[in-house]
Nanobody, 119 residues
Framework: QVQLVESGGGVVQAGGSLRLSCAASGRTTSSYAMAWFRQAPGKEREFVARISGTGGFTYYGDPVKGRFTISRDNAKNMVYLQMNSLKREDTAAYYC????????????WGQGTQVTVSS
């Protein structure tokens, strides 16, 4: 089992910044991809960003490209999402997800952290 705990959400004005953190614990392996997703009320879950096990490859959803940065610290089993130039449409619950090596799916999810962007 792998446990994921997100933190860092809150209320921020449009144009501001937040950094989300995700701590992984349990039976983590030495190489696993991590991702951030988000879900706003009444909307489907949306892909935000993904980072490879080594941190060498990152991918972003179109709505956040150029504004969000995903990073990781494997020594601490931590993944981060730096969010800059926040917009009201970024308001959502943000979830981190863990993809074990060899698995086609994100098998583990955190409980989410709320980000609210006010105008």
């Amino acid at each position: 089992q792998v446990q994921l705990v997100e933190s860092g959400g809150g209320v921020v004005q449009a144009g501001g910044s937040l950094r989300l953190s995700c701590a992984a614990s349990g039976r983590t392996t030495s190489s696993y991809a991590m991702a951030w997703f988000r879900q706003a009320p009444g909307k489907e879950r949306e892909f935000v960003a993904r980072i490879s096990g080594t941190g060498g490859f990152t991918y972003y959803g179109d709505p956040v490209k150029g504004r969000f940065t995903i990073s990781r610290d494997n020594a601490k089993n931590m993944v981060y999402l730096q969010m800059n130039s926040l917009k009201r449409e970024d308001t959502a619950a943000y979830y981190c997800a863990y993809q074990p090596m060899g698995s086609p799916h994100y098998d583990y999810w955190g409980q989410g952290t709320q980000v609210t962007v006010s105008s």
